[in-house]
């Protein structure tokens, strides 16, 4: 019983990545970039680093590093607030909005296909 179920994470894996990849590809991001954006996107009220580890399961050295690379490119701000130096606000900005609205667009194209 408990290999069925495995398969079938691995085969919704697969089809959430088939989905997510063009996307990623199309704007140069790597797959974590992309899906930091989406996670942003989708959850306003969890903007820092901590709570994208916590909540994805991501390791803090992925997360650290999609954030510089989305800074770089102008696509994410990353702050700490006055005095917490613990605390990474992120922010996402204007130019990310087309990436994140086919992102999106691929996301719902998965939850309608299950």
Avoid: C
Wanted: charged share 20%.
């Amino acid at each position: 019983m408990t290999e069925g179920f495995w398969d079938n994470v691995l085969l919704l894996k697969g089809l959430y990545d088939q989905a997510l990849d063009p996307v990623a590809q199309l704007w140069k991001l790597t797959r974590m970039e992309l899906d930091l954006l989406l996670f942003l996107h989708n959850n306003p009220d969890r903007a820092t680093a901590a709570e994208a580890v916590r909540l994805r399961r991501w390791t803090k050295s992925h997360v650290s590093a999609a954030v510089h690379a989305l800074e770089g490119r102008g696509l994410l701000s990353a702050v700490h607030p006055p005095g917490n130096r613990k605390v990474l606000s992120l922010t996402l900005l204007p130019a990310a909005e087309n990436a994140i609205r086919q992102g999106t667009a691929a996301q719902n194209r998965f939850v309608e296909t299950l």
